[in-house]
């Protein structure tokens, strides 16, 4: 049987945060207390920008996406795009959630949480777009449309991505109209 290995502080202090609470828990577990002034703000888990969830991990998955299109790998470039997809969209709700719990607390918070929440939004929308074109142009309008339309619901009819997806709607023959802003 393998013995447990002790985390380090600085693993300890990530995962709780650097406050008292996580002065207590690691003064509970035997580890002595270190003030969150001692702790490096590279790692601090705000300083961090990288991991599987965050921006920059589902942009790479954009990227990556974007690299498998380039190379006609598209079964490769939908998956890519899907998982992007997804953990924007889980960014975009956990930055949605932070705000409401800010609001009436600390503006600031309450405002920098629903910007992340709009960007993140956004990214994936656009994503969401991508992924819409390349299953029209592999001819597979029936998982296209539906992405289409999620995006009109996300950005509306007057916004230039909701725009492009009505007029991609409009190009497949889903509907007759075309919109005129």
Same mark, same amino acid.
């Given at each position: ?18 406050? $008292? ?40 998955? $954009? ?119």
């Amino acid at each position: 049987m393998r013995a447990l290995q002790r985390p380090q502080v600085s693993q300890l202090v990530g995962w709780f945060g650097g406050g $008292v609470l996580a002065a207590g828990l690691l003064g509970a577990m035997g580890i002595p207390a270190i003030a969150q002034d001692a702790i490096p703000n590279e790692v601090r888990p705000a300083a961090q920008n990288t991991g599987r969830l965050s921006v920059a991990a589902a942009d790479q998955l $954009v990227e990556e996406a974007s690299a498998a299109i380039a190379s006609q790998n598209y079964p490769q470039a939908i998956q890519k795009l899907q998982e992007a997809r997804e953990l924007y969209n889980q960014l975009s709700t956990y930055y949605q959630e932070l705000a409401a719990m800010f609001v009436g607390v600390d503006g600031r918070a309450n405002t920098s949480n629903r910007r992340k929440a709009l960007e993140t939004a956004q990214r994936r929308d656009q994503a969401t777009y991508q992924l819409a074109l390349l299953y029209r142009t592999q001819n597979r309008p029936a998982e296209a449309v539906p992405l289409f339309m999620e995006i009109l619901r996300s950005q509306q009819p007057t916004r230039d991505l909701g725009q492009r997806a009505y007029q991609q709607l409009f190009e497949m023959g889903f509907v007759d109209e075309p919109y005129n802003n």
